[in-house]
């Protein structure tokens, strides 16, 4: 394993200067019982071997040099027993002294020789020499044995001379033995020094071992959270304090401590949990009230704004010169009601989640040219330059939604964009998809609004709440269509330096994009098409039979349910189209109206027309299927669905 290479560079002054230097990294093997078995054997057995070593060999020197010293003794014994018979050639004097040498037993054979022909030898003569260690020592005449007068003829004395040689042969089998149980007991003795030092150093080593390993397992049961774990490490002993039991005692107090601040934090955790929840549910119970207000109000509006349209198309036709400008205003803000009421049904509608993107592949060149239509008047007007780059990008998403964000970005970018300015929508490739961007160089938007402008009703610089400059709640629509197609709108802004939308979808080939059927032709006139209406309100009636009339149609009111019901039951008559209210009189439900229409009348369009824009209702009619058009309905709308209605029945 290598280290890590230190730092380069040199150390920066300051603060930074007193921070420690990259050490090298600590190699670790083993566990610490095996260490400290280790640190304690591996002395104790060079010690035990060395001693015993040098004690083994001191003795078998000591056997050495006995063993040479009694063969030698024996030698210059014999040799001084011998020196008068062998000088006088006593034969069997020599013969004696040779016998008594091996009834000492300290020597096998003995033998006695001089140059002149003397040789005696006692006891058995082994062919193998192996055994055998030979001492010599040499035969002098002691200083009273040197009269002449003693000396046989031809002899001589020489003083120190040797006159003869004595040779003593002594087994070594015996002395083999000896130097082998010495060595024996050297090498028992070091084994027995050994596994008293194995069996000490191992019961200290698990004394050590334990509570370290017990202060290991509690240090990692508190990483893992379990801050009840303790050491439990008893000191023994009353002298002084044991490290390892401080270490322990060390380590429970920081135990007992994080488990106070566990359960102190916990605590906390919990309180500030059911103040959010609380805050929740007051924020949802909020939320529930607005969406009921709001269902309640855009009905109860709905109603007579509907009525209103009604008559006013139908008085506009027949309205005199000096009626007109009236009757014009009227309709004017009967439409800005309308907006502001299909903009409230909107946000009702995503908060409802009743709406379900359909994706497909969309060129963006062709949706930017639908967009330079509705939008380059207003342009030209506003005397600002519209640019479009699409780059010949496609996308994968829901067309309706998407053309409706662009939309509105646009138009807010016109109208704020200064008299000459130029209004940029771009799209470019980028590693996460396509990113779209509407581009203005107005005034801006300070940083303290950007965090708020896609709130409901919130406007920058429409403070006297001008409904020509609309109602606050584009961006707000724009925003929840952005998050159910899984991006999120971006702003960047700086006050006199313009404004920057953008957002990102998933990136498709504009080769698999399949192009737009051309429009259909003009639809046939509503003459003769007929209608009923069902509807409790005789206002809604009356008006809804003149405006139908006034195309042409044949028209049938009915204010129940059940009239509707049986009216459609008859057989004999057979109707174009059905529209129904939602809440009918008493307990009539129009949805029960449009399902048996749906089984009497297969043929004739079914629509329920209702101020009714609870998330409750929108979810019902969705899972039911059913086509829903919210009041106020603008006669245009009314007049396109039915007279594609009659198209398709012509065709």
């Not at 003794?73 to 001084?80: D, F, H, P, T």
């Not at 771009?426 to 998809?433: F, L, M, Q, V, Y």
């Not at 206002?539 to 039979?545: E, F, K, N, P």
């Not at 749906?598 to 299927?625: I, M, Y």
């Amino acid at each position: 394993m290598n280290a890590p290479p230190p730092p380069q560079g040199p150390v920066p002054a300051g603060d930074d200067a007193v921070q420690p230097r990259a050490a090298s990294a600590l190699v670790v093997r083993g566990n610490l019982q095996g260490d400290l078995f280790r640190l304690g054997v591996v002395p104790c057995a060079a010690v035990a071997l060395a001693l015993t070593g040098w004690f083994t060999h001191n003795r078998l020197q000591t056997l050495e040099a006995q063993f040479d010293a009694e063969g030698e003794a024996v030698a210059r014994q014999v040799a001084a027993m011998s020196d008068l018979s062998l000088y006088a050639g006593d034969v069997p004097a020599l013969q004696n002294v040779a016998n008594a040498a091996l009834r000492g037993g300290q020597v096998m054979r003995v033998e006695i020789s001089n140059s002149a022909g003397v040789y005696v030898t006692a006891g058995p003569k082994t062919e193998s020499l192996a055994q055998l260690r030979m001492f010599t020592s040499p035969v002098t005449l002691r200083e009273a044995s040197r009269a002449s007068a003693f000396a046989p003829a031809g002899s001589t004395a020489a003083g120190d001379t040797p006159i003869g040689l004595v040779q003593t042969f002594r087994d070594t089998t015996a002395y083999a033995r000896e130097r082998s149980r010495s060595l024996m007991a050297g090498i028992g003795i070091a084994l027995v020094a050994l596994l008293a030092a194995w069996a000490s150093v191992r019961h200290m080593a698990r004394t050590v071992a334990r509570p370290l390993r017990r202060v290991s397992r509690t240090v990692a049961a508190l990483e893992a959270g379990h801050f009840d774990m303790r050491c439990e490490v008893v000191e023994g002993g009353t002298r002084g304090s044991h490290e390892l039991a401080v270490l322990a005692h060390d380590i429970d107090r920081l135990a007992e401590r994080l488990q106070h601040n566990r359960q102190v934090s916990e605590e906390r955790v919990r309180e500030a949990t059911a103040v959010a929840l609380q805050r929740m549910a007051e924020a949802e119970q909020a939320a529930l009230s607005r969406a009921r207000f709001l269902a309640a109000a855009s009905h109860d509006l709905r109603q007579p704004l509907h009525a209103m349209g009604l008559f006013i198309d139908g008085l506009l036709p027949t309205a005199s010169a000096a009626q007109r400008p009236a009757v014009l205003r009227l309709q004017e803000s009967t439409e800005f009601m309308g907006v502001l009421l299909d903009d409230l049904l909107e946000i009702s509608r995503l908060d409802a989640q009743v709406l379900t993107p359909t994706i497909t592949r969309i060129s963006l060149a062709a949706l930017f040219d639908q967009l330079d239509a509705q939008h380059a008047a207003a342009a030209i007007e506003a005397r600002v330059r519209l640019r479009w780059s699409d780059r010949g990008l496609a996308v994968r998403t829901d067309s309706a939604m998407l053309q409706r964000i662009v939309n509105n970005l646009v138009a807010n970018a016109l109208r704020h964009a200064p008299e000459g300015g130029t209004v940029l929508v771009a799209a470019r490739r980028i590693a996460s998809g396509v990113r779209i961007e509407v581009r203005d160089n107005g005034v801006g938007i300070a940083p303290i609004h950007q965090g708020r402008i896609f709130e409901e009703f919130y406007q920058v610089a429409n403070t006297e709440r001008d409904r020509r400059r609309g109602f606050g709640l584009g961006l707000a629509i724009c925003a929840r269509i952005a998050t159910l197609l899984g991006t999120r709108i971006t702003v960047r802004s700086a006050l006199q330096a313009g404004s920057t939308f953008a957002f990102t979808l998933p990136a498709a080939r504009a080769a698999d994009v399949v192009l737009p059927e051309p429009a259909p032709v003009a639809p046939a006139p509503l003459a003769g098409l007929r209608c009923l209406v069902v509807d409790d309100d005789p206002a809604i009636l009356d008006g809804s039979r003149a405006l139908l009339e006034q195309w042409g149609c044949e028209v049938e009111c009915v204010a129940t349910g059940a009239e509707a019901i049986a009216r459609m039951g008859t057989g004999d008559i057979h109707f174009d189209a059905v529209l129904c209210d939602l809440q009918l009189a008493g307990d009539g439900d129009g949805v029960d109206v449009i399902e048996a229409a749906k089984r009497l009348q297969p043929d004739a369009l079914a629509v329920l027309v209702s101020g009714a824009t609870g998330p409750e209702v929108l979810q019902r009619l969705r899972h039911g299927g059913v086509m829903l058009l919210t009041k106020p309905v603008p006669p245009a709308k009314l007049r396109a669905l039915l007279t594609t209605r009659r198209h398709a029945h012509a065709a």
